[in-house]
């Protein structure tokens, strides 16, 4: 590829080559009379243009004379302008581009303290994990070279106790992309072209995979793969390259897509009973992850995939008062979904009684998620016919009556 022409480097060589033929004229003139005093004028002259010359080049390396040069150079011709300026200068922000240069890389400095609340404030029970991992990111990311992963974190526990969740907030609070695969969408090989992208020459070539895609426009996103152990072993092991050697191929184009600035975090619910009694069994962490890996190996992680996952964090099943909290959250983003706000004290501690109990009974199927996808069903339609009525707050009550049926009262 031909070189781009860069004029502060031009100037400076024609500078100091001219100021060459000075010096030489001064040592002709000192020894051959033949040369006179008009001689001597216009070499000197030559000296000054020289010096104009190779200070404007220092100038314009230095960035001094960048509004300056701008203005004279819009009124030259534009094979002029093709000869003498930078390439980066006269198609982009040459400065912008430097400065993110600059920041690829750059260590990170985060208060994990602050950022572990930040997460608690959303999710509920798991105080814990939540104090881990900003304090194992605050580690990675202080550190300034990195040709791999910023993290390869494994979330483990039963469903619905916020594993999906906490991904979700520290994507936000860190101010990154958050990009959510549904791993069981990949229960075959084929599964992997959704990802990675699809071969030349087949259908769907033409466009990058959601997992290459999403890395190429925001490198440092937090990536989420949840549930991964529903997908297949071979899927599971296309990502031992983006863990391990900081990139990840896309098929379609065979372009290497880096990884060394996103954070992986991957939520699984296998053997989630078992990993459970474990966190209450064993109080040492370093025993726990071991026999946690153990587990995860006997329901069939593959052990390289294991291996080249950098910390293991479990979540507990959640219990009394957290599932109420819990059951509050959801309830407050269903009603908000409909364009509703929810009055203060808004609702019914019957409601939140049923919500435990149910939850209780069905940990192994969702927890709290699943009882209420259930209530949304429930008041769904109420509260569609309230926003109807222009209602702005709503108050939910459970009828007496009937346990099963809540009540959507229009207080607003």
Known sequence: MRKSFSFPYFIVKVGFTLLALYITAIY??????????????????????????????????????????????????PRWLRIIMDLLDRY????????????????EYLD?????????????????????????????????ARDKPVGVFLFVGPPGVGKTEMGKQFARNLKRGFIFEDMSTCSNPAGAERLFGVPPGYSGSDRYGT??????????????????????????????????????TESSSGQKVPTNRAIFVATT???????????????DRDKLLTAVHNVLKEAGFPAEVLSRIDEVFVFNPLQGLDLARVAIIQIVNIVESYGLELDQGGIDDMILFDAMQRAEVLQTAGGVRAVIRALEKRIADVLIEARQKGA???????????LDMVQVTITG
Do not use: C
């Open 28 to 77: 002709l003139m000192t020894n051959l009379p033949i040369y006179g005093r008009s001689y001597f004028d216009w070499f000197l002259t030559i000296a000054i243009v020289t010096w104009v010359l190779v200070f404007i080049g220092l100038a314009h390396e230095t960035r001094l004379t960048s509004r300056f040069v701008g203005i004279f150079v819009k009124g030259l011709p």
């Open 92 to 107: 982009t922000n040459k400065d912008g581009l430097l400065a993110r240069l600059a920041a690829v890389q750059r260590s």
């Open 112 to 144: 994990a303290t602050a950022l572990a609340a930040a997460v608690k404030q959303k999710v509920v029970g798991q105080d814990v994990v939540a104090d881990e991992v900003a304090a194992t990111l605050r580690r990675r990311l202080a550190q300034v």
């Open 211 to 248: 997992l290459t895609g999403g890395l190429r426009d925001q490198e440092n996103s937090l990536v989420l793969l949840d549930e991964i152990e529903k997908a297949h072993v071979d899927v599971q092991k296309r990502f031992l390259t983006a863990w391990n050697d900081g990139f990840v």
């Open 269 to 283: 619910n296998a053997a989630a009973d078992r990993i459970g009694e474990l966190a209450r069994e064993i109080t």
């Open 392 to 402: 702005r707050r709503v108050k939910l009550t459970m009828n007496e009556s009937d």
